[in-house]
């Protein structure tokens, strides 16, 4: 007797090829048998007439890696039909230097709130390097498959004993290569480059090269938010010829649907033989920031302010010296069009919630709106910043046909860690989404399912090298989701509401991780069916 079987869907093999009508079953974690009909019976059956039945999603952008200590049920993520995630992104991971340094580590870079540092330090388990992280996780347990990445940020800001301009010494690069041979060997994916955020923007090309050869030696990935101040083009360009001197996998986070050409820059690499992919959210809100969090963010950011922290911020506030310096290091923030950035929530002055700071100037006739919203964030009073509004200009639209035909192409939702206790503290509105949005899209556009779930499934597995994941056929692990394609959704952005945080997509029936199930009928179970894979032992 099998354990599960799927009866009635609409196959979907992950492969790229056309679906067919069939049942699934699964005995000890892994697919048994696809066939048109299965005679024998199984301890637990579902019928998915109706619907369609897919490998589980692999999400290859994501930044769970300590979140599942506070919330291991992953339900956003369940809710989108995915089942892997590749975690430790944008150069931000969990070693060296142990549990402390790396809760201060992710406060001072504005990954987690005030609060969150005090607590963490309280309840997280203790680890002193990659085997010992790996070890937290299993005694806690996960409702997803977890991948994680080293973060060079974190690397080098530790051997460096802080976040400098400058190139590692000779030493400090034997160091660098030795924490990174050691994550590796204890079966971490790769490494992740944040080369828009401090540390690693000061890494020169040939610094990333150098940490790109030795992920290379051990066939790793190397994953790169890009250094988009020099053009999301040349940005990719930079990367492209990383991956052409180091040989290493190479992934472009979250490339941006503004820029055709870089899509296109990625698409002739990888036509032309080199390891390159490609992940993008589908569509973005601005940022929702409390104040609290904006501080931070300038903190986190700036060169002036990194090592004087949240005070260093608020006093700068109220001089002319220190504004001209908040908006010189967080341009990005500040130097919004303020017809863009809105006061989401504001308990105290109700009056402004809905209003953009542009307007908010103009009724206070200030002649800067910048001004004003220096003032704002200066003032004693709690509000919610949003920044970009609905949409963001870099994500907005939907997708134009040369991003859609570039088969490289998959989601990677980059969904905001925030304060797992406090979903308020940081947010946005559409990454909750980033599947159905994908799907409902590209669908809209005639570009047929089995090619979007390829993209989203075996694609993403064949290029990280993930074992025996990413498709429906006899002796894979049981990583399925049973979908009901009319109702899986997510809300457009003008229909999201920026006081709910939490909205989470629709249509999902049934998640089974590892075989085991996870959504149930729609609803959340916990069976823990998840593992962390390690390079060493899931690796093809």
């Not at 196959?11 to 048109?36: R, T």
Request: charged share 30%.
């Amino acid at each position: 007797m099998y354990d599960t079987i799927i009866r009635n869907g609409l196959v979907y093999d992950g492969k790229g090829n056309a679906p067919i009508k069939a049942d699934l079953a699964i005995k000890e974690c892994k697919i048994a048998l696809i066939a048109p009909v299965i005679a024998e019976k199984a301890e637990k059956e579902i019928d998915a007439s109706g619907k369609i039945v897919i490998p589980g999603f692999i999400d290859p952008h994501v930044h769970e890696e300590l979140t599942l200590f506070s919330d291991n049920a992953y339900e956003l993520f369940l809710r989108q039909g995915v089942t892997t995630t590749v975690n430790g992104n944008c150069g931000h991971s969990v070693t060296p230097g142990g549990t402390e340094y790396i809760i201060d580590y992710f406060f001072n870079n504005g990954l987690i709130s005030e609060r969150n540092k005090r607590e963490f330090k309280d309840y997280f388990p203790v680890w002193d390097d990659f085997s010992g992280y790996v070890d937290a996780v299993r005694k806690t347990g996960t409702n997803l498959n977890l991948l994680v990445l080293l973060g060079h940020g974190t690397i080098r800001q530790y051997v460096m004993n802080g976040a400098h301009d400058r190139p590692p010494s000779a030493e400090e690069k034997k160091r660098i290569d030795a924490y990174l041979r050691e994550g590796l060997e204890q079966g971490a994916w790769g490494i992740s480059f944040g080369l828009d955020y401090v540390p690693s923007r000061y890494a020169k090309t040939e610094e990333l090269v150098d940490v790109a050869k030795v992920v290379a030696e051990y066939d790793g990935i190397v994953a790169a938010h890009l250094r988009h101040w020099i053009g999301t083009k040349e940005a990719v360009l930079e990367m492209v010829e990383v991956c052409r001197q180091s040989g290493a996998r190479t992934q472009i986070s979250h490339l941006k649907s503004s820029s055709e050409e870089a899509f296109e820059a990625a698409r002739e690499a990888a036509d032309g033989g080199l390891p390159i992919r490609i992940d993008t959210i589908p569509k973005s809100s601005g940022h929702c920031n409390r104040k609290d969090k904006l501080l931070q963010s300038i903190m986190a950011i700036s060169d002036t302010f990194f090592d004087k922290g949240v005070e260093g911020v608020k006093a700068a506030l109220h001089s002319k010296e220190g504004r001209e310096i908040i908006k010189r290091d967080a341009h990005a923030k500040f130097g919004m069009d303020k017809e863009k950035v809105f006061i989401a929530i504001s308990p105290d002055d109700p009056s402004l919630e809905g209003k953009s700071i542009a307007q908010i100037a103009k009724e206070r006739g200030d002649t800067d709106p910048t001004e004003t919203m220096l003032d704002l964030a200066g003032d004693d009073k709690e509000y919610t910043f949003w920044l970009g509004g609905p949409t963001r200009d870099d994500f907005a639209r939907d997708h134009t046909k040369v991003i859609r035909d570039n088969p490289y192409v998959s989601v990677g939702t980059d969904r905001i860690m925030g304060d797992p206790n406090d979903p308020f503290y940081w947010y946005e509105l559409q990454r909750y989404g980033g599947f159905p949005t994908f799907m409902k899209m590209y669908r809209k556009a005639g570009v047929q399912v089995e090619e979007i779930v390829r993209r989203n499934t075996s694609m993403v597995a064949e290029h990280f090298g993930i074992k025996d994941r990413g498709r429906l056929e006899a002796g894979v692990w049981a990583d399925v989701a049973v979908i009901d394609l009319q109702a899986y959704d997510f809300p457009e952005p003008e229909e999201v509401d920026c006081k709910k945080p939490l909205t989470m997509a629709t249509g999902v029936d049934f998640v089974l991780v590892n075989g085991k199930i996870a959504i149930e009928r729609g609803k959340l179970l916990k069976p823990l069916s998840g593992n962390i894979l390690l390079r060493n032992d899931h690796r093809n």
